[in-house]
């Protein structure tokens, strides 16, 4: 098959059947890493700078955009292709990885290492966003936290592409960041798979489900502040998951499965896991894992990093593993 751009390779068919993590249920993941961008980022990025050039945007302006890594990433792929400067502004929980891809695809990157009144980043991101803007008013800021392109690129590609592999899906396991993924996916299948349970999954300390606020240290998952494209629509469940399970899922999965996760993955499947008293024997699961684990190695997959931050978490030490 051969593409015309490095960001229309996507992948809207490949799951993966975890049988085993859960017992009694098929689970299948829906592997959204599999793209030049290595995240499910790449479709709303895609969709983010076209709801750009549907107001303007030209050839060499500069689009400036929060984000905690990989829709940095996938917004540098794309603007790189479509020859826009691009400024990311990002926070400490980025990996050194991520910022570096950033800029090898041509991106600007600026680091907050501000923490705002919520214990996050996003607050303060957003503050350095808008008083850029202020000061150069030909910036163009998709903004994807308030862009309903956001969630339109996941109900017309991610939503449609689980329902047409997996048609008879009983439940639909989404993580939480922007929402974008959630908003898009609850409203395809509200209208075309109404029985389908839409369950959400959030990282202890986002306020997005009302908690209260703490200290994350994964990217990816959770907010310091409610995103404008989120509705309580009531019409799906929610989960919270803290990062130790994170942890412990992305590493089990890694060492049963050959599948080198990444964060929020292992936070996406420790909520399944948290669901499985409510699940009938035989019910078809799909999780939607946004991206592998390379980029994780760092931090979820090094222990050091984990017993900094989590003294008491029950990483499995590695000569125990070697044994079984
Ligand atoms: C790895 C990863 N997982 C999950 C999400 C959350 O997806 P959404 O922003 O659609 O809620 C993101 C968002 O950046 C992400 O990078």
Sequence with gaps: MIYQSAHDIVFEDVFLDLGGLVPDVRLLVKLEGLNPAGSIKLKPAVALVESLEAQGLRQGQRVIESSSGN????????????????TVVTDPNATPAAVRTMEALGARVVVISERDGNGGYLASRIAFIM???ARDPDLMWPNQYANPANCAAHHQRTALGIHREVPHADVLVIGVGTTGTLMGCLSYYREHSPATRVVAVDAEGS???GGPSGK???PGLGVSRVPEIFTDTG???K??????ETIEMCRLVARRHGLLVGGSTG??????RRIAPTL???????????????RYLDSVYSDSWVAERYPDANVVPKERWAIV
């Design 235 to 237: 019409t799906f469940e």
């Design 280 to 294: 009938p024997v035989g019910a078809t699961v799909v999780a939607v894992s946004p991206d592998l684990g390379e």
């Design 267 to 272: 936070t996406v499947l420790a909520g399944v």
């Design 239 to 244: 989960v919270v998951v803290p990062e130790t």
């Design 216 to 218: 994350r240290h994964i």
């Design 207 to 209: 306020v997005l489900f």
């Design 71 to 86: 829709l940095g990433i996938a917004l540098s792929a794309v603007c790189a292709a479509k020859g826009y400067e691009l």
């Design 131 to 133: 008083a850029a803007i």
